[in-house]
Protein backbone atom coordinates (compact mmCIF):
# COMPACT_ATOMS: atom_id res chain seq x y z
CA UNK A 1 0.00 0.00 0.00
CA UNK A 2 3.07 2.75 0.71
CA UNK A 3 4.80 1.73 -1.95
CA UNK A 4 1.79 2.36 -4.69
CA UNK A 5 0.80 5.52 -2.64
CA UNK A 6 4.21 6.81 -3.33
CA UNK A 7 4.87 5.67 -6.74
CA UNK A 8 1.58 7.41 -7.46
CA UNK A 9 3.12 10.18 -5.77
CA UNK A 10 6.16 10.04 -7.98
CA UNK A 11 4.03 9.68 -11.18
CA UNK A 12 1.52 12.83 -10.21
CA UNK A 13 4.45 14.74 -8.92
CA UNK A 14 7.43 14.52 -11.47
CA UNK A 15 9.04 18.23 -9.05
CA UNK A 16 9.06 15.60 -6.55
CA UNK A 17 10.33 12.81 -7.45
CA UNK A 18 13.36 14.94 -8.89
CA UNK A 19 14.14 17.24 -6.04
CA UNK A 20 12.59 17.06 -2.40
CA UNK A 21 13.59 18.42 1.10
CA UNK A 22 12.05 17.22 4.05
CA UNK A 23 10.06 19.35 6.59
CA UNK A 24 10.57 18.74 10.27
CA UNK A 25 6.49 18.19 10.74
CA UNK A 26 3.64 19.16 8.82
CA UNK A 27 -0.32 19.92 9.56
CA UNK A 28 -3.08 17.62 8.14
CA UNK A 29 -7.12 18.77 8.71
CA UNK A 30 -9.14 16.49 10.45
CA UNK A 31 -13.14 16.73 10.33
CA UNK A 32 -15.64 14.72 12.51
CA UNK A 33 -18.70 14.18 10.53
CA UNK A 34 -21.40 13.67 13.10
CA UNK A 35 -20.51 16.98 15.66
CA UNK A 36 -18.99 18.95 12.76
CA UNK A 37 -15.63 19.90 14.46
CA UNK A 38 -13.21 20.88 12.10
CA UNK A 39 -9.19 20.70 13.28
CA UNK A 40 -5.86 22.04 12.03
CA UNK A 41 -3.24 19.29 13.74
CA UNK A 42 0.25 20.42 13.81
CA UNK A 43 2.35 17.01 13.83
CA UNK A 44 6.41 16.75 13.93
CA UNK A 45 7.99 13.56 12.29
CA UNK A 46 7.23 10.63 14.18
CA UNK A 47 4.76 12.14 16.28
CA UNK A 48 1.67 10.77 17.17
CA UNK A 49 -1.66 12.47 18.40
CA UNK A 50 -5.34 12.01 18.89
CA UNK A 51 -8.52 13.30 17.71
CA UNK A 52 -11.85 12.08 18.61
CA UNK A 53 -11.16 8.03 18.06
CA UNK A 54 -8.47 8.27 15.86
CA UNK A 55 -4.71 8.73 16.45
CA UNK A 56 -2.93 10.27 13.37
CA UNK A 57 1.09 9.36 13.32
CA UNK A 58 2.92 11.66 11.03
CA UNK A 59 6.18 9.44 9.55
CA UNK A 60 7.36 11.99 7.23
CA UNK A 61 6.28 15.58 5.39
CA UNK A 62 8.16 16.12 1.93
CA UNK A 63 7.84 19.26 -0.01
CA UNK A 64 9.56 20.50 -3.60
CA UNK A 65 12.65 22.06 -2.46
CA UNK A 66 11.79 24.68 -5.70
CA UNK A 67 8.90 26.02 -3.78
CA UNK A 68 8.67 25.40 -0.74
CA UNK A 69 5.14 26.26 -0.48
CA UNK A 70 4.34 24.66 -3.35
CA UNK A 71 3.13 20.80 -2.02
CA UNK A 72 3.00 19.17 0.91
CA UNK A 73 3.60 15.09 0.99
CA UNK A 74 2.65 13.66 4.27
CA UNK A 75 3.18 9.60 4.81
CA UNK A 76 0.37 8.70 7.91
CA UNK A 77 -0.75 6.18 9.65
CA UNK A 78 -4.00 6.34 11.07
CA UNK A 79 -5.64 4.03 13.52
CA UNK A 80 -9.47 4.11 14.68
CA UNK A 81 -9.51 3.33 18.18
CA UNK A 82 -6.28 1.71 18.68
CA UNK A 83 -7.63 -1.00 16.25
CA UNK A 84 -5.13 -2.93 13.66
CA UNK A 85 -4.92 -2.55 10.94
CA UNK A 86 -4.99 1.22 10.52
CA UNK A 87 -7.72 2.62 8.58
CA UNK A 88 -4.87 4.42 6.74
CA UNK A 89 -1.45 3.95 5.40
CA UNK A 90 0.33 5.90 2.97
CA UNK A 91 1.18 9.17 1.62
CA UNK A 92 -1.44 12.03 1.37
CA UNK A 93 -0.60 14.71 -1.23
CA UNK A 94 -1.95 18.04 -0.31
CA UNK A 95 -2.78 18.92 -3.94
CA UNK A 96 -4.50 15.98 -4.85
CA UNK A 97 -6.47 14.78 -1.77
CA UNK A 98 -8.47 12.26 -3.79
CA UNK A 99 -5.44 10.13 -5.04
CA UNK A 100 -4.78 8.63 -1.67
CA UNK A 101 -7.53 9.53 1.08
CA UNK A 102 -9.06 8.35 4.27
CA UNK A 103 -12.23 6.08 3.77
CA UNK A 104 -13.91 6.15 7.24
CA UNK A 105 -17.82 6.66 7.67
CA UNK A 106 -17.46 9.23 10.62
CA UNK A 107 -13.47 11.10 9.83
CA UNK A 108 -12.42 13.35 7.04
CA UNK A 109 -8.33 13.71 7.14
CA UNK A 110 -6.12 15.07 4.62
CA UNK A 111 -2.99 17.34 4.45
CA UNK A 112 -1.89 20.74 4.64
CA UNK A 113 1.34 21.66 4.44
CA UNK A 114 4.67 20.80 5.67
CA UNK A 115 6.27 22.99 8.32
CA UNK A 116 9.30 24.42 6.90
CA UNK A 117 10.79 26.20 9.69
Given at each position: ?????????????????QEAS????????????????????????????????????????????????????????????????????????????????????????????????
Amino acid sequence: MKRLAFLITMLTAPAFAQEASTAPGGVVRVLDKITGVVEDVELRNGESRQFGLLTIELGECRYPSSNPSGDAYELLTITYRDQQPPVFEGWMIASAPAISALEHPRYDVWALRCITS
